[in-house]
């Protein structure tokens, strides 16, 4: 199974507090898969993502977000990705109405928690930018691959909503209230951060590098062994499949108090001759016909 990708947070040379309180916000919801650098650096990742590639080759990160602003793109976060420390692909966003984890005065999750993912708008299923940039956000927010769910573990929600050129980003804590029913009734309290993200510049990669950089490593891959399980606390367990025996030859009476007495000897032996002479009979019969 594949580990949780590791994210690496940088700050431009220049940076708005917005910017940098979503950025420390989206890095304390991926956490501890994540580190963040207080240092600026001078980095744009547009016109040369040199520093970005040598930084996450430096730090083993396959995920990044830088934070930048400026006067023609103000309060610019860009999220991306690496391939064998290389860029693969990556997003500028623009940060409108922001609102942050500290503005919401409710009780927060505890950091680690695996959110939910979810995912709204046709444009996410119709739309190849938009297709791309689900791929990124699932990529950088998903942690581990699980194949069970306990309800109870559920306890945060990321929702991302896609409308025209935006995306709309929230986050609620999921509340397990009392119902009639062995169901408990569901209840989203909004947590943040809160903040809606328009879509700037992209370069994403080309096809046959997406699809290369998507390929799962052999090693990664699970082979299947006939009559061979596991249970939830990892012991193997083996099925074996034994041919046909034929148990009234099996001889099963070792001890002296079960072996056969004289008259139950007697009575085998004299079944026995009653069948061969049955036999013998039926053979002169089938002769003589």
Known sequence: MENAKEALCLKGKRTSQIVTDIMKDLYDLKKPNAQIMKQKNDI?????????????????????MVALHNKKR???????????????DMIEFGVENYKGLKDFKVEKIIWGIKPLLIFNGELFESNHEFIRIKNLLVDMFLREEIKKIRLQGLEHVLSFTAVENKILLRSYRI????????????ELEEIGPRADLVCRRNKFA???LFKRACKKPKALKVKTKKNISKDTFGTTYGRIHVGAQNINSIQTRKMKGLKKTISEKKSAQKRKNVDDNNDSAKKVKETSD
């Open 175 to 186: 509340l397990l209230k009392k119902s009639n029913t062995k169901t408990p009734r569901i």
């Open 74 to 88: 103000p309060h610019n976060l860009v999220m991306g990705r690496m391939y064998e420390h290389t860029l693969l």
């Open 206 to 208: 080309s096809e046959d």
């Open 44 to 64: 744009l990742p547009f016109e040369d993502i040199t520093l970005v590639e040598k930084f996450a080759s430096k730090y083993n990160a396959s995920l990044f």
